[in-house]
């Protein structure tokens, strides 16, 4: 049992039991019908200390450490907050029943059973599958390296030509002088902002595996440290608004740099996720403190101040608090699903796919907005897995699509850890942390970000490693994964 293991567990609980206690003395500031989020908190706890404390000390799976982590967010530090400020709510000009509220609790309550049983079945699963790889191979840049120097080239055409002009691109603050940016939804630009991130993805590839190989050599103290200040790089260019990315970003730099560098792994965490953090701060002061209507970050933290009130209903917005899944209650009395509505949800959100199915009819999503809105209102809430699951398959079947979530992220790290390719590692590392950190939202934004991730990234690997094969064997490669493709499909259609 390391020290680290130990440390952690006694923080866990111990924050957690302090939490329970002083939520109890506050229960009075709860608002009618919130105050049974306290039972929550116990439960939370109870759990761990039955299914997922063992599985922290017999096991070096990254995933149960954010597992853990965004779970005691919601369940512990959530109606703490609740207890303190006595806001619950992240839709505050939306009124839910008292009974909604209680029915939201006994599915967040029944959500975290089957999670953690869950996640116990599994991690047994995948940490016998880790095992039966004697030796974890050290990742290598499989793919044709000068493809992947015409690919950055590529991009920094596109970024002077289109990217500089729309201000697509900003490093490590987002300028405030030229008004708000917003999310990109534009099929143009989000090409354009994929076009780059790819293009970023792949210097940093190539920049930390030359790095290491120099290093392997003669071990120089340098070499390290210009492969974290390539990560700083790599997390600090901001495409968009989305802070999410930046964290997805500052992980995957972690998990690979780490990889390399073994013996200064925790100067590494620290130093990354140190950078991130500060990444982090100035793009939250920008969106909750409305940097871009002031001179300066200073200006808008001076003239804006966001309290603590307001913090607690960002957590019950950010990760689907008990009024987010008491919303999809009240929508499933006045909004008909149906099996065709989750499949639409599903194919609509895979890269390609969704083009052709654009406009057909309103996602859930947008009935979710639209039901809280009172108007066509495409997107602006996430709603919750377990909300997603209750208004489609019922009570007993509601903790399904968060149980998938679940399996994806297992799935991606038992891969990220194994696949000889540094290319994939990229790839099933992002699709990891974007799994476990969204795990309590609806599957098919998650499926969204994959799959636009596996259609660039994935085929931009695909391509090179093709051109990395030598000319006799290109063909019967092709021809080997056109043969291996028909054999799926005519199994999946049969």
């Known amino acids: 049992m390391s020290r680290m293991k130990r440390i952690f567990d006694f923080m866990l609980i111990s924050s957690s039991s302090f939490a329970i206690i002083i939520t109890i003395i506050n229960l009075g500031n709860f608002s009618s019908g919130y105050e049974y989020t306290v039972l929550l908190q116990p439960l939370f706890l109870m759990l761990y200390l039955i299914f997922i404390r063992q599985i922290l000390f017999k096991t070096n799976l990254i995933i149960t450490y954010l597992f853990l982590g965004i779970s005691f967010i919601r369940y512990i530090f959530g109606p703490l907050l609740i207890s303190i400020t006595g806001v619950g709510e992240s839709i505050p000009y939306f009124q839910i029943s008292e009974e909604s509220l209680k029915l939201a609790l006994f599915l967040m309550m029944w959500e975290m059973v089957a999670l ?16 039966e790889k004697d ?66 993805a792949m210097a940093f590839l190539l920049i930390i595996m030359k790095l290491f190989k120099l290093y392997s050599r003669n071990h120089n103290k340098l070499l390290y440290y210009l492969a974290v200040a390539a990560s700083f790089v790599h997390i600090g260019i901001i495409i968009g608004e989305r802070r999410s990315i930046q964290l997805y970003t500052a992980f995957v730099s972690i998990f690979l740099l780490t990889t390399f560098f073994k013996k200064y792994k925790k100067n590494t965490i620290i130093t990354i996720l140190s950078f991130a ?45 008990v009024q987010n899944v008491g919303v999809t209650i009240n929508m499933k009395d006045s909004v008909r699903t149906s099996l065709f509505q989750v499949l639409y949800d599903h194919g609509r959100s895979f890269f390609g796919i969704n083009f052709m199915l654009k406009g057909l009819m309103p996602t859930t999503s947008d009935l979710f907005n639209t039901f809280i809105y009172g108007r066509y209102m495409p997107s602006g809430h996430v709603i919750s897995g377990i909300g997603y699951g209750y208004i489609n398959l019922g009570f007993l079947l509601a903790p399904l699509f968060v149980i998938l979530n679940l399996l994806v ?5 038992f891969k990220m850890k194994t696949v000889l390719s540094l290319e994939m590692r990229y790839i099933y590392s992002y699709i990891f942390i974007r799994f476990i950190i969204s795990l309590f939202s609806s599957t098919p934004p998650l499926i969204n970000i994959a799959t636009i991730l596996l259609g660039t990234l994935g085929l931009i690997y695909l391509v090179a490693e093709i051109f990395n094969l030598p000319s006799k064997k290109r063909h019967k490669f092709i021809i080997r994964n056109k043969k291996v493709f028909s054999n799926n499909t005519d199994k999946n259609f049969t």
């Not at 079945?121 to 095992?131: G, N």
């Not at 992220?409 to 790290?413: D, I, L, M, T, V």
């Open 116 to 131: 953690n049983i869950c996640f116990y079945i599994f991690a047994k699963y995948f940490v016998k599958r880790i095992k």
């Open 135 to 200: 030796i974890l191979p050290i990742p290598k840049l499989l793919g044709n390296q000068t493809y992947y120097i015409f690919i950055i080239l590529m991009g920094l055409i596109v970024f002077i030509l289109f990217g500089y002009g729309e201000n697509l691109v900003n490093f490590i603050v987002i300028t405030v002088q030229d008004g708000r940016h917003g999310d990109l939804d534009d099929t143009r630009l989000v090409l354009i902002r994929q076009i780059l991130i790819s293009a970023v």
């Open 277 to 321: 953090f500060l990444v982090f701060m100035f793009m939250s002061i920008y969106k909750f403190n409305s940097a871009f209507l002031y001179n300066s970050y200073s200006e808008a933290l001076v003239e804006n101040e966001v309290n603590i009130k307001e913090y607690s209903g960002y957590v019950q917005a950010y990760f689907q608090g």
């Open 409 to 413: 992220a297992f799935f991606c790290e």
